[in-house]
């Protein structure tokens, strides 16, 4: 079965004119075109732009897309690249989920602040709120956007100071 650009645009949850702007980049050197020049993407094809759509959102270059396209097209020979493209890619993915997650705590950190000040009517209760009452999971994040280093915890009630 194939399918015009737009129903497999549709399929791929993408506008059209990306596809066009794929093949334009020589991404798309397998696709069929009918006598008049209409591309034609066969269920074969689908797999490929998955694919493509993959490498982009992890903000691979179109030119490193095409490397691999060409390397697909070379046949069995080219494997060992491909393989190894695709695990700097991950790494890169893998350290891009880890500047998110960071990304995220800050976010609830900053949502748990104007909450804290929304319902004391100021944002100074933060200055004069006493260590133990921010959220543990919050703390070092406070810290390090503070840029200060972390607080030394104070000993136990029952062990002595080691100051008077």
Request: net charge positive.
């Amino acid at each position: 079965m194939f399918y015009t650009v737009g129903e497999i645009a549709k399929k791929l949850n993408i506008p059209p004119s990306t596809l066009r702007y794929y093949d334009k980049e020589g991404l798309l050197p397998f696709v069929e075109r009918s006598n008049g020049g209409i591309r034609m993407f066969s269920d074969k094809d689908f797999e490929s732009l998955s694919v493509i759509e993959c490498l982009k959102k992890t903000g691979m270059s179109i030119k490193d897309i095409r490397q691999f396209m060409e390397w697909c097209a070379q046949g069995g020979a080219t494997i060992p690249e491909r393989l190894s493209m695709f695990r700097r890619q991950r790494e890169q993915v893998l350290t891009q989920i880890t500047q998110l997650q960071e990304t995220v705590e800050i976010l609830d950190y900053k949502e748990w602040y104007y909450k804290t000040a929304q319902k004391a009517g100021t944002c100074a209760v933060h200055s004069s709120m006493p260590p133990e009452e921010i959220p543990e999971r919050f703390q070092s994040i406070q810290q390090k956007l503070q840029h200060t280093p972390p607080k030394a915890t104070q000993p136990p009630s029952n062990t002595p100071s080691p100051h008077p």
